[in-house]
C-alpha cells in the first residue's frame, strides 16, 4: 500500500514536470530583469556571489521596483486605510453597535498587518508578480505577531489548481539548518540522522524539507482537530528514509496567496511585464554594450606603431613624451588603425527609445508617481485624471487581485484573529451573517472613477446644450444618472433615496403645495368677502351700481 509520504512524493514530481515548461522564461526575467529573484535548486540559499553580470543598464530593475512600490501606495498602502468591512443588509448598516463592531475590527486588523512583516511580504510579492507574472506568500499563525508572512520566490514553489481555476495546492522545496528544524518541530520528529547532527553540534548543517498545502481530502468534518481541517499542511525531510513526517497539521483557510498578473486559459502560472519587457531588455543591454566599446575604440583606438618603436617605450597616457626621428615618408608616426566615427546621437536615441518602451511596459510613470508622491493626501482623481488610459489597461490586473490576493488575504487574517480571541464578538444582529469587503485604496478608487467618466462628460456636455435650449434636458434621465453614479462610486447606498422614497416625497410635497393654494385660496376670499361687507351701500357708487344691475338693489 502507497504510504503518505510516498503519495507526496508521486504529487511533487507531476507537478515538477508540469512547471519544466515556465523555468527556461522565468530564468530569461531572472537573467535580465531581477537577477536577485528565482532558485532552481534548493542549495541556492545565501549565496553572495554577483548574479546581475548581464545587466549596464538598470531602467529593467528600476521599472520593475517602481512598479512594485506603485502597487504596494496604491493598493496595500500601511500609512492608510486600504480596505473597509461591511455587511450587505443596508439596514443593519444603520445600527450603531454594528458599526461600532465593523470599526473596531478593522482598526484590529490594520494593526495587526502593520505589526507583522505582512507589508514587506507584498512589497517582495509585487516584485515577483511584475516580474515572473505569478508570485506566492504563506500567511502562518505566530506566537508574538498573531500570524505572518512567509514570502517565497519562482522556482522554489509548485501550484496547482482546482476544477475552478482557483490555485488550492502549494508544494515547495527549501532548506533550513539543523537547529531550525529542531526548533520547529523537535527533536523527536526528526530523522536519526538529523537528530545525530543536532547532537554532535552541527546546527548549521542544512537540511532539505518539503512542505506542502493542498485540500484536505481525508478530512473527518465531525473531527475538530487540526488533521481534520480543511487544508492539510505537512512537512517532511526530502532524504529522510521511511514514512517519517516532520509535521501533519491543517488550516482552515487557504493559507497560500498566489496571484496571477494575467492568465492564459487553463495555465496554473500567470505572465507579467516581465514577461513582455525581456526581449527589450536584452537589446538594451546589447545597445549599452556595443555604445561603450565603440566610445571606447574612439578614445583608446587600436594603433599603428613603427616596428622600430617595438623595443622601445612608447606611451599614450596624456601628456608623455615620445621621441621620434622624422623621416620624409612618415613611416615613423603612430596613427590608428581604424578611425570609428560614431553618430552618438542615433545610438542615444535607440537607446532612450528602447527604454521607454521598458517603462511603458511595467507603467513606470502611473506608479512613478503613487510610489514618489510626497504628499500624503494624493486624490483618486488626480490618478483617474493623469492616467485613464493605463487604469483602463489595468484593470483586469486589480480585479484579479481583489480576488486572488486581498480577498484571501482578508479572510485569512480575520479568520486567525476571530479565532485566537483579538476580535470582540459580533453583535446579536449581525450573528452568522458574512461579512463584505470593500476597497478603498487610491487605486480602487480611482479605477471606480474611470467608469464615472463617460457620465460627468455627458452631463457637461448636456449641460451647455441646456443653455441654448433648456427642452434638450428632457433627453436625460436624471434620476437613474444619480443613481448609476453613486454604484460606480460606491456611495453609501444610505445617502441615495429609493424610487419608491422619491416618488412618496413628491407626492408628500404635491400635497403640501395642493393645500397651501387652498388656504391662500380660502385667505382671498375671506378677504373679499370682509371688504365687501364693510362696503357702504347707501350711497352711489360702483358697487350699487353692479348691485342694481344685477338685481340685488
Known sequence: METKRQRYQKRLAALKQERTGWE???????????????????T?????????????????????????????????SPARPWFKLEVPDPELMEIAEVKQWLYEVERRMR??????NVYNALHQLYTELGGFGTSAIIIVEDDEDIFRAVPLTVGTYYLACSHRMVVDTMYREFQMTVRQVVQQFGKDACSDSVQKLYEQGQLEAAVDVVHLIEPNDERDPGKQDNRNMPFRS?????????????????????????????????????????????????????????KAQAV????????????????????????????IDPTGSGQNKAEPSHVVNLPIQYVMQDIVQTESRIQQTFFADLFLMLAN??????????????????LLMLGPVLERLQTELLDPLIDRVFGIMLRNGHLPEPPDPIQGTELRVEYVSVMAQAQKLVGVGAIERLAGFVGNLAGADPEVLDKLDLEQMVDQYGQSVSAPPDIIRSDEDVQERRRQRAQQAQAQQMAQAGMQAAQGAKLLSETDTSTENGLTALMRQMGMA
Open 296 to 323: 571606447e575604440k574612439m578614445i583608446n583606438p587600436p594603433m599603428n606603431v613603427p616596428s622600430s618603436m617595438k623595443n622601445g617605450k612608447f606611451s599614450m597616457t596624456p601628456g608623455a613624451i615620445n621621441y
Open 111 to 116: 494593526t495587526a498587518l502593520s505589526q507583522a
Open 373 to 390: 508622491d510626497n504628499r500624503s493626501n494624493i486624490t483618486a482623481r488626480e490618478i483617474q485624471e493623469r492616467h485613464e488610459e493605463k
Open 24 to 42: 527556461s522564461q522565468w530564468r530569461d526575467i531572472s537573467d535580465w530583469i531581477q537577477p536577485w529573484r528565482s532558485r532552481f535548486t534548493v
Open 44 to 76: 541556492d540559499t545565501n549565496k553572495g556571489d554577483r548574479r546581475n553580470k548581464n545587466i549596464v543598464n538598470e531602467t529593467p530593475l528600476l521599472s520593475l521596483r517602481t512598479l512594485a512600490s506603485g502597487m504596494m501606495a496604491g493598493v496595500t
Open 234 to 290: 505537512v512537512y517532511y525531510e526530502a532524504k529522510a528514509n521511511g514514512d517519517k513526517l516532520l509535521s501533519e497539521s491543517g488550516f482552515e483557510e487557504f493559507a497560500v496567496l498566489a496571484p496571477r498578473w494575467e492568465v492564459l486559459g487553463e495555465d496554473t502560472y500567470g505572465y507579467g511585464p516581465g514577461s513582455i519587457a525581456v526581449g527589450s531588455s536584452r537589446a538594451l543591454q546589447t545597445m549599452e554594450r556595443k
